[in-house]
């Protein structure tokens, strides 16, 4: 690749990317658009699942119902009783997932939730870690493996998408997405 640094310089450079990183970090912007408006996560309907919960947890679920439901959960209660009828999509996933994955993370997000009403003063994250952790692995499942052979328009089109990211440069973990190499300078005549 030759690029203009400046109105006389010229470098020569390579960037290198790291195919399963770009994919991550494509996957997860685009999932997160669907399962999440900015403001709520989309809630998907579910069979009813109950369980027993303490009256102190009862008391913070039924004060801040309305901040609850913008994590897309769906619950009635009875007695000490809570009774989960939806979920976020983002838990459910585009891809089958094991019921008891699902279940496992509802009730962790629930838990999250109360946590951060008893002791973050109400301060709850718009991104919950039990929802992102299955964002995250979900992108990075599905996403093309490091050893996969891809074709040029694969590629072409995997470094269109990564440019219309909000954070081109990073996967879904962090990591960064490309490494740049300088190899050489020159002045042009
Ligand atoms: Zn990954």
Request: charged content about 25%; hydrophobic content about 40%.
């Amino acid at each position: 690749m030759c690029g203009k640094i400046s109105n006389t310089t010229y470098s020569n450079f390579l960037v290198l990317f790291d195919q399963h990183a770009v994919d991550e970090r494509v996957r997860l912007e685009r999932n997160l658009v669907d399962y999440f408006d900015g403001i709520s996560w989309k809630s998907v309907s579910i069979d009813v699942v109950s369980f027993q919960i303490s009256q102190e947890d009862l008391i913070f679920l039924l004060n801040n119902y309305d901040k609850l439901t913008k994590f897309g959960l769906q619950w009635s209660v009875a007695d000490n009783v809570i009774s989960i009828n939806g979920i976020p999509e983002a838990i459910l996933g585009k891809n089958p997932r094991q019921a008891d994955l699902i279940l496992k993370a509802a009730k962790h997000l629930l838990v999250e939730l109360i946590d951060c009403m008893k002791y973050a003063k109400g301060n709850i994250p718009l991104y919950p870690k039990s929802i992102m952790e299955l964002v995250f692995s979900e992108a990075c499942r599905y996403a093309v493996k490091f050893g996969d052979t891809l074709s040029k328009d694969n590629c072409v089109s995997l470094i269109k998408a990564l440019a219309t990211c909000k954070s081109p440069f990073q996967c879904a973990h962090g990591r960064p997405v490309n490494l740049e190499k300088v190899t050489r300078w020159k002045k042009c005549e």
